[in-house]
C-alpha cells in the first residue's frame, strides 16, 4: 500500500485540551482529521479542570506563556469553576476562567465570525451577511476586585501615584447597611490597541466598523473608549477606510442592539469585553448555532488563539458518560484547528498547510450542505429528503470521508 506523505507543519503549534463533550470531540477531530494527514509539532497543555486544580493552575499560565513563546495556540473550550463544579470535581477552590486568565496575559481582541452554510438561514431573516463580534479581551469585569461589605461604612475609589504626591479619591457610596462592591479598570494602550486590531480586521476583509458604548451613562470609562477609538481613526485608518469605501461609526450601544437587528449584517461590530462576551451569544444564535461561530484572540504582540466559542457542552457530555448517544456539533473546534492550521502557515510560509486548512473547512461545510449534520442544525435547516442526523462520531467520521476526497 502507498504511504501518502503528510504535510508538514513547520513550526509549533501549542494545543490547549479541556473538558467534558468537547475535550470528546476534539480527540476526534486530532485522530480522524488532522493526524492521518499532518505531521504537525504539537506542545500540548491538559487545561481539564482536575488538571489545573492539580497545578493550582499553573498549566493555564504556561499555556500562554507557550503562545508568547510560539505565536499560535488552539484551545478547546473548558469549564469555568463555579461552586457546583468545585463539589462535582472535588476541586481546591473555584479557579479563575481559564479564558480570562490567558486573554488577561496576551491582551488582545477576540473576533467571532458566524460559520455560514447554504442550507441553514438565520433565524434574524434580515441578516443576509456575517456579523463579526470583535470583543476587546481585556480588563473590566473580568479582571475586577470584588468586596462584600458587612454593614454601614464608606467605599471610595482611592488612587495612589506610584511617584509619590497625594493620593486621589472618590466616594463610591455611604453604606447604610451590607452590601458589594466592585472595582474595575482598562488601560489606554489596550484600548488603542483593541481600536487597532479592529480597524486591522475590517480594512484586510473590507468590511465596516462599528463601535458602541454606554458613554451617556459611564462619562470617564466608557467616554475614553469612544474618544481613543476616535483619535485612533482620524490619525491612522480614514484616509485608507475611504479608500477601500468603507466606514467607522460610533453609537451608543442601546442604539447599536436595536439597528443590528434589522441590519444585513456584513460588519464588525466591536465591543467591550462584557457587551461581547453577551452579544456574542445573542449573535450566534440569531444566526443558528453557538456551535457554528469561529473564535479568534488576535494580541497586538503578533499572538494568535483559535478556539470555539461555545462551552464544554455539559449536557451532552453526561449522556456520553451514561453511554447514550450524542450529536454534538464539532464544526467550531474544527474551525479552531483549521484558524490555527492556517495562521502557523502563514506565519510559516507554508502554503500547503493553508491549503489543508481550506481543505478541511470545505470538507466540513459540504458535509452538512449534503443534508448530514448535527441534531442542533438539524432543527434549523431546510428540510430536504437527504438530511439524515448523525452522532457525534458520524459526523465526524462524514467529514473525514469528504476530506479524503479532495487530498
Ligand atoms: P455550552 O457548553 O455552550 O452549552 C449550552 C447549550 O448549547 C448546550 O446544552 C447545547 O444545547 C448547545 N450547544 C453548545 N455547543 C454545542 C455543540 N457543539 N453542539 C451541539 N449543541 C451545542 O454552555 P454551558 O452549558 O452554559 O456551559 C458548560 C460549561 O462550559 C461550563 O462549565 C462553562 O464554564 C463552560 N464554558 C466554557 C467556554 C470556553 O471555554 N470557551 C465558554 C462558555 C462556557 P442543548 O443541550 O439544547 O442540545
Ligand atoms: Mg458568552
Known amino acids: 500500500m502507498a504511504v501518502k506523505t503528510k504535510i508538514k507543519v513547520k513550526s509549533m503549534l501549542v494545543e490547549m485540551d479541556g473538558d467534558e463533550m468537547t475535550r470528546v470531540m476534539w480527540k476526534m477531530v486530532k485522530e480522524k482529521l488532522l493526524f492521518p494527514h499532518l505531521d504537525m509539532n504539537l506542545e500540548y497543555y491538559d487545561l481539564h479542570v482536575k488538571h489545573r486544580d492539580d497545578t493550582d493552575d499553573r498549566v493555564t499560565v504556561e499555556a500562554a506563556q507557550a503562545i508568547m513563546k510560539h505565536g499560535v495556540g488552539v484551545k478547546c473550550a473548558t469549564i469555568t469553576p463555579t461552586e457546583d463544579r468545585v463539589r462535582e470535581y472535588h476541586l481546591k477552590k473555584a479557579w479563575k476562567s481559564p479564558n480570562g486568565t490567558i486573554r488577561a496575559m ?18 434574524v431573516t434580515a441578516w443576509k451577511k456575517p456579523i463579526t463580534i470583535g470583543r476587546h479581551a481585556y480588563g473590566d469585569v473580568y479582571d475586577n476586585a470584588e468586596m462584600e461589605i458587612a454593614g454601614a461604612g464608606r467605599a471610595e475609589l482611592v488612587f495612589t501615584p506610584a511617584g509619590g504626591g497625594e493620593p486621589i479619591r472618590r466616594t463610591i457610596a455611604d453604606f447604610a447597611g451590607p452590601g458589594i462592591i466592585q472595582g474595575i479598570r482598562n488601560a489606554d494602550q489596550s484600548i488603542r490597541s483593541f481600536a487597532q486590531a479592529c480597524f486591522t480586521f475590517a480594512l ?27 483619535d485612533e481613526y482620524q490619525s491612522n485608518w480614514e484616509a485608507k477606510f475611504k479608500e477601500a469605501g468603507i466606514e467607522y461609526f460610533f453609537t451608543l450601544i442601546d442604539d447599536a442592539v436595536a439597528r443590528i437587528i434589522r441590519s444585513e449584517g456584513g460588519f464588525l461590530w466591536a465591543l467591550k469585553n462584557y457587551d461581547g462576551d453577551v452579544m456574542s451569544d445573542m449573535i450566534a444564535s440569531g444566526y443558528g448555532s453557538l456551535a457554528m461561530m469561529t473564535s479568534v484572540l488576535v494580541s497586538p504582540h503578533g499572538y494568535f488563539e483559535y478556539e470555539a466559542a461555545h462551552g464544554t457542552v455539559q449536557k451532552h457530555y453526561y449522556k456520553h458518560l451514561k453511554g447514550e448517544e450524542t450529536s454534538s456539533n464539532s464544526m467550531a473546534l474544527i474551525f479552531a484547528w483549521t484558524g490555527a492550521l492556517r495562521k502557523r502557515g502563514e506565519l510559516d510560509g507554508t502554503p500547503d ?55
Open 106 to 123: 496576551l491582551d488582545g481582541t477576540v473576533f467571532r465570525t458566524p460559520i455560514i452554510v447554504k442550507n441553514i438561514h438565520p433565524f
Open 204 to 230: 484586510d476583509r473590507r468590511i465596516d466598523v462599528w463601535f458602541s458604548t454606554k458613554d451617556t451613562i459611564s462619562k470617564i470609562y466608557d467616554a475614553r473608549f469612544k474618544d481613543i477609538f476616535a
Open 353 to 407: 498547510v493553508c491549503t489543508f486548512a481550506d481543505k478541511l473547512e470545505n470538507a466540513a461545510i459540504a458535509t452538512v450542505e449534503q443534508g448530514v449534520m448535527t441534531g442542533d442544525l438539524l432543527l434549523m435547516a431546510d428540510k430536504q429528503p437527504g438530511n439524515r442526523k448523525a452522532s457525534t462520531e458520524d459526523f465526524i467520521d462524514a467529514i473525514a470521508g469528504n476530506l479524503d476526497g479532495m487530498m
